[in-house]
């Protein structure tokens, strides 16, 4: 998900910004906010620099920063200079939701359950996984037609792992 960000990114930088009273700026770091929940309070940890590592990279790092938000080990470094957010509400079984943007962030995007859904691939009705992912966005910065590109570039690369890997360097 980490890497298709970034691929959307690509698309649609101002994704990728802090906005405030002056304006907004887009910022070169892909530095993604991992929303982790904790019951009574949640916790934001970020993984930076994602633009420049590998998927299992990011892999052992969010195992590791979520492990040190759970064992409240987080230091302010660990929270600091996020430029979008990412959270998971399919852990609760929930598909879809409305979250609030982490200032001065423009976007959060959120990721619903997977289910197994019918649906015609190639010419052929299959039983699949789907799973629905969304976005909030500041529109002093990011219109609707803008916010519809950066997640369907995100859908073509998990829908298709080449589109994915075509965009990795």
């Known amino acids: ?54 998927i299992l990279e990011l892999m052992g790092e969010l195992e590791g920063i979520v492990k040190k938000a759970r064992e409240d080990r987080l230091e302010p470094p660990d929270v600091e200079g996020g ?29 619903g359950a997977a289910r197994e859904v019918p649906g015609v691939w190639y010419g052929r009705i299959e039983i699949r996984k789907k799973m629905i992912f969304g976005a909030t966005y500041d529109h002093r910065v990011i219109n609707g037609a803008a916010g519809g590109r950066f997640l369907k570039k995100m859908k073509d690369c998990l829908e298709d792992l080449s589109v994915l890997l075509m965009h990795l360097h």
């Open 83 to 111: 430029t979008i957010t990412l959270t998971n509400v399919g852990m609760f079984q929930i598909h879809s939701v409305t979250s609030i943007i982490l200032p001065p962030q423009v976007a959060i995007l959120y990721m």
């Open 1 to 54: 998900m980490m890497k298709a960000m970034v691929v959307g990114i690509k698309e649609v930088p101002a994704v990728n910004s802090y906005c405030d009273k002056e304006g907004y700026t887009i910022l070169d770091d892909i530095n993604i906010g991992i929303a982790v929940d904790l019951g009574e309070k949640l916790l934001v940890p970020v993984i930076k620099n994602v633009k420049q590592k590998s």
